[in-house]
């Protein structure tokens, strides 16, 4: 069975930081890149980073550059984003999902979690 699981979303005042962690069971980890992508309320669902399968490639949108960081613990079967230094409008529902190889364009990852809130406070 293919599932993501994502967690670590919450409410943060600005400044602070969050971990999310998604947690992948079956033929979505294994030999997969992974993203992170985020989606506020009545806007499109925009890129936030990837990591390839070793985790020797990272990419970055511009707006999380320096303060989002994205790794993998393959031994955990495990993917995580560090979030520092959030802003208000880092708000939104964040998905972990799975991908041939690390790119920023969704419709190239097959498999999604269904998503972990993350509200940041001004």
């Known amino acids: 069975q293919v599932q993501l699981v994502e967690s670590g979303g919450g409410l943060v005042q600005a400044g602070g930081s969050l971990r999310l962690s998604c947690a992948a069971s079956?033929?979505?980890?294994?030999?997969?890149?992974k993203g992170w992508f985020r989606q506020a309320p009545g806007k499109e669902r925009e890129f936030v980073a990837a990591i390839s399968w070793t985790g020797g490639s990272t990419y970055y949108a511009d707006s999380v550059k320096g303060r989002f960081t994205i790794s993998r613990d393959n031994a955990k079967n495990t993917v995580y984003l560090q979030m520092n230094s959030l802003k208000p409008e880092d708000t939104a529902v964040y998905y972990c999902?799975?991908?041939?190889?690390?790119?920023?364009?969704?419709?190239?990852?097959?498999?999604w979690g269904q998503g972990t809130q993350v509200t940041v406070s001004s």
């Open positions: 079956g033929r979505t980890f294994s030999g997969f890149a």
């Open positions: 999902a799975s991908a041939k190889s690390a790119t920023w364009l969704p419709n190239e990852y097959a498999y």
